[in-house]
């Protein structure tokens, strides 16, 4: 049957196509032209074809995903109605960003046994806190997301000393082996302007710590936190070169595990102007997440829009085989493998060099991001990397000013820090000052 | 613990495919274009974005326009009857002189679009822009068409596509496309139904062309494909995948000598404005859509999708789907044509089948020029 479709055309080779492009560029550089070179040292090629077909095995992901709601607690009243009300829409998994310790019985009144999955992320480490909440909790699932050493890298403190910060993980561990403690919050790296290769290099060495310390079964209980940028398909091959490279890396371990991630728009291309771009950037990222095979994809900002388009998404994915969709593909397999070689290059590195913590700690990691990010913070400034409605076709009836950013990379604190923080950056912060 | 040394931990690249489809191996830029009309996106601008205009009074309408004239493209939704209430109302020449006031006519690329007879709408565009000193071969025109715009009264005419097409091989020479959707009410809602009847209509009305002395070289590559498109995105890029390779099918039994017939391209009439079906049309390769223009510009400059051609190509589930639409709409295809062709089908949904009389489109552009009403223009043709 299939002949049907192949008997009336020849194929043609990769070759054969190349000679078409060169002949129709009438003499200008194919180079030049046609290749598109990315921060990350990866060259776009004008098209791909099963001539030149490679790939990496990726390990396969469940088909379903989980649509979450991040919400911010400021009061456990407005939060749980918030709560209620994205669950009516039809989300499946919240998020609860909590500056301080809060009251359960508000906070979660008829949100149990609903089978909707809990997400947390705390200001503080209040062993304590965390001992009640998962005994509250005990009968849902829960992703605790405690990052200690995102912490430090954030803060530049531990929250409370190395030991004792360790000391507190190990004892919930020990008290609740069903909950995911732990996490690597890799979408701190990419939103302070951390090039692709950085990131899964970076969230690899950031899990090796944990695995270091507790052991390689721990993987079982880290989730990983991913921001999820503009560049369409880097990010799902992304997504999946970390999938491929954290099991290799666990090898050593003699483990495996199926990478539960949590992905979440980044906020470093958004820009306080123009709501429809906003909407669009946000729902194109959530597609990356969706197709590069994250568990859970989170709108991060309180945007009825967005969350349409999650929820709309999560309708249109859910027939569908999600391994299959960007299995074969020749692009995407290309980009998770050389993504996949150039990351564990730096990993290694890393390694070699005595680790993540060893080389926050010297500054040295802090550096490469602060270099990336200055390239691509150049490169917006110039004009060569563009945002809509920000630093380049800007329409002057645009008035709407969006307020989802936290103000913190703006204000100055002036406590003491062991190391230097990676803060994250919005590239249009600045022209917005003005 | 002892920190593990990584240091011989190396990646294992593989070369094989788990699924390979036979039609994988077809380029972009040849026959029959599955993977896209152009070698490369880079080389040609891939995809036109449209203003639409609907205004129901032609003199706002004509002020939209003027005030937006960084779109190159537009798209007119002309309504000839008092009693609908959607696009702009134009009941004689006048009103079209009206709604064409000033404008660049031969610098503006124009789609026309209506309910109601597209004859009597291309007629009086013809007479208005010459009146208004704008010679037949400087214009720059398109024609949306799909059922309704050839059915009058229960009454199909069936060679409007042809009157339409032998028209402006004569007297347009810079007619771009006649954009056609074989979208029916009868029928199923369904992506083999939208194509297989795509491809019978215009089979048909290639091949009355070709009766009538005219080369399939002239016409195949004015026609388009105007789709449907649904809000399943990887489903919609497979369609319009399938789409160019049965078209390049099709038009190789009408035997051209040209290239060009093979390559299908492929439109939209409907409003885009939500970001996901800018994105299925640019990942599809479709030619020309009705879009915001900041919705195609964060694809085009934020997102990279634009770098390399055909950029879902391989994918398991892709070249699948493409597989399995073309080879349902082919039958289908095939199936229609052993039971007459498009116009005896049509002809069993209850319909009158009628042909539009050779000189009847010169008459109705005549009689428009003398300010004839819509009705008095309705009654040449039918």
Known sequence: MSNLLTNDFQPSSSTAWKQKIQFELNGADYNKTLLTQTNEGITIKPFYHSDNFEKIMVPATKNNFNSCQTIKITTEETANLEALSVIEKGVNALKFDALKPFDFNTLFQNL???????????????????????????????????????????????????NNDFKSIEQLIQTNPAANILSVNVGLYQNAGANIIQQVAYALAHANEYFNKFGGNIANNIQFNFAIGNNYFFEIAKIRAFRYLLNLVLTAYQTTVDVPIFAEPSFRNKSSHCYNCFVQRASTEFMSGIIGGAHTISNNVTNKSCLQNLINLKEEFSTKNRSEITEGNYYIE???????????????????????????????????????AQKEQHQFNTGALVLVESNTYTSKNDTEKLDYFNKTSTTKTYRKTVIIPIKAKRLAEKLEQK | MKRKDFSDLSIQAQHEKISYFEHEDFIAGVPPYTRG??????????????????????????????????????????????????????????????????????????????????????????AASKQLGFKEETLNLSVNYNYKNALINSNFYFNTIETILTYSTKNLPKFKTLSISAIQPNLKSSIENELAFFLAETYENLNNCILHGVLVDAVASKISFNYNISGDHLLEISKMRAARLLWAKMIHLLKPKQQYSFALQIHSTENFSNYHKVFSAILGGAQRIISNKNTFLIFENETHITKTIDPWAGSTFIEKTTEEISIKAWTLFEKILSKGGFSQITAQENLKIEKVKDNSFQLIIEAAKNNATIEELNSIVF
């Open chain 1, 112 to 162: 149990l046994h609903k089978n909707i999955e809990f997400h947390f992320s705390f200001g503080l480490l209040s062993e304590s806190f965390i001992q009640e909440l998962c005994a509250f909790l005990n009968a849902e699932t829960l992703y605790l997301n405690i990052d200690i050493i995102g912490n430090f890298a954030q803060t530049g403190n531990w929250f409370s000393n190395f």
């Open chain 2, 37 to 126: 009309l152009n070698a490369t996106t880079v080389l040609k601008k891939q995809l036109t974005i449209q203003l639409l205009v609907n205004f129901s009074s032609p003199v706002k309408s004509n002020t939209f326009i003027k005030e937006n004239t960084d779109y190159k493209s537009i798209i007119l939704e002309i309504n000839t009857l008092p009693t609908i209430n959607s696009g702009i109302y134009i009941s004689s020449i006048e009103d079209m002189k009206l709604l064409l006031n000033e404008l660049p006519l031969h610098k503006l690329s124009i789609t026309l679009s209506t309910k109601n007879s597209i004859l009597i709408v291309l007629g009086l565009f013809i």
């Open chain 1, 334 to 372: 290309s980009l998770t493998k050389q993504i996949a070689e150039k990351a564990l290059i730096v990993f290694k590195e890393i390694e070699k060099g005595g680790g993540f913590l060893q080389l926050l700690k010297e500054g040295t990691i802090q550096r490469k991001i602060n270099e990336s």
